[in-house]
């Protein structure tokens, strides 16, 4: 199918790591995404990944990418209440004007 | 750098309304995207424009048009207002090259009754 598919809730405890997972369509796709989005406010780009790599790590973050099984992760170490919002996965894929395909959003709740 | 701004912020319509939201970008990007989020459903692709004088089709075109006249600008037209346009509206806009990546504007709420 056409859709990128990610849970759609995960909670945690702050000081824990969350891993959020998400499912791509297209094995084409040559960069995958990592954005954030806080309450009533826009995307922000948190990270991606070329998709001859593996992993990336950035700081708190590192992305694992599997591409036998179009499976892409975050996963964010020591987990905190700023963490609290909705994280969307993304493909490029290829053909004119760079178009991004998003999944549903997993909303992470970070509790004390 | 304002960056990727967009206006107005909120607005209520009443069905068979007409309004044009902004976007505007000061990061002199070739490319420009409007998007709507639902709840739900992710964020899907309106049109884009992949230069001035250009727009094209993206995934839910239908009841949206949009003009791109000026390279800094990008126009979401709603000619005639459905309750099913109801939805957070985001504007977009990205440089070919590098790793591709789209920078968001805060979005405009709109709601139709």
């Known amino acids: 199918g056409e859709d990128v598919e990610q849970s759609l809730f995960l909670s945690v405890r702050e000081g824990d790591s969350s891993v959020i997972n998400c499912t791509y369509t297209d094995s084409s796709s040559t960069y995958l995404y990592w954005y954030k989005q806080e309450p009533g406010a826009g995307l922000q780009l948190l990270t991606y990944?070329?998709?001859?790599?593996d992993m990336k790590q950035d700081q708190r973050l590192t992305v694992l990418l599997n591409k036998k099984d179009k499976h892409l992760s975050l996963r964010i170490a020591d987990t905190q209440t700023g963490d609290s919002a909705i994280y969307f996965c993304?493909?490029?894929?290829?053909?004119?004007?760079?178009?991004?395909?998003f999944g549903t959003g997993t909303q992470l709740k970070v509790e004390l | 750098n304002a960056g990727v701004t967009q206006t107005p912020k909120f607005r209520v319509l009443k069905t068979g309304q007409s309004m044009t939201l902004l976007c505007a970008q000061d990061m002199n990007h070739e490319y420009m995207y409007w998007y709507r989020q639902d709840p739900g459903m992710g964020l899907r692709l309106i049109h884009y424009s992949v230069g001035e004088g250009t727009t094209a089709k993206g995934e839910v075109p239908d009841g949206y048009n949009v003009s791109r006249l000026k390279k800094q600008n990008f126009l979401l037209g709603l000619e005639s207002a459905a309750p099913s346009q109801t939805s957070v509206y985001f504007c977009?806009?990205?440089?070919?090259?590098?790793?591709?990546?789209?920078?968001f504007g805060p979005g405009t709420r709109l709601t139709v009754t």
């Open positions: 977009a806009s990205s440089f070919p090259g590098r790793a591709y990546e789209q920078y």
């Open positions: 993304a493909e490029r894929k290829e053909g004119g004007g760079n178009k991004l395909t």
């Open positions: 990944i070329f998709s001859n790599m």
